[in-house]
């Protein structure tokens, strides 16, 4: 009986399609100049941050309690790494750090790379070294990787969420 049911529901789905795919499977939702605008945002989203410029880095990010931040925690019982949400939290997070001390991003650009989701979302990923001595960090450049979803909103394009993952050393080899 159960067989039966199920079968009849996916019948149902497959017919009123809505379990159809997409013709546009593949295709990227985002042309070239506009993938290269995001590049091109990113880099500005560097250089105001090695310059610490705050209210310039608030006015890159997507202006919503949904926008989030993953970056090291100074607070024990957020654990090492937290996400911090919305505006607000977000600001006194870049504030926190960048006043910490030297904070120094330098991204690989040769493998950053940017691709469309939607034709209102994107994604971008790049490795980078970050020197930084906020919450125990020793102030040396360490890998990190930055993925970056972007929204598009009007005619311009936001950091919906920023995500800095440290990137764990090499595991010793065995002699």
């Known amino acids: 009986m159960n067989k039966l049911l199920l079968v009849t529901l996916l019948a149902s789905a497959l017919s009123s ?62 654990g090492n790494w937290a996400g911090f949400w919305g505006n607000e939290a977000i600001d ?40 930084v001595s906020y919450a125990g960090q020793d102030g040396t450049a360490k890998p990190f990787l930055m993925i970056i979803n972007w929204l598009r909103v009007g005619d311009d394009w936001k950091i919906a969420s920023e995500i800095i993952l440290p990137v764990p050393p090499l595991p010793a080899t065995k002699r």
């Open 92 to 131: 006194r997070k870049l504030q926190d750090i960048g006043t910490s001390g030297p904070v120094v991003l330098e991204p690989d650009y040769s493998k950053l790379k940017v691709v469309g989701l939607t034709p209102d979302v994107a994604e971008s990923y790049v490795p980078m070294n970050i020197t």
């Open 17 to 78: 399609g809505a379990v159809a795919a997409s013709p546009d499977i593949g295709k990227e939702p985002l042309d070239s100049a506009t993938l290269n605008t995001i590049k091109s945002k990113f880099g500005t989203l560097m250089q105001l941050a090695n310059r610490h410029d705050f209210q310039a880095l608030h006015d890159m990010f997507w202006q919503s309690p949904s926008t989030l931040l993953v970056a090291k925690s100074a607070i024990q019982s957020e």
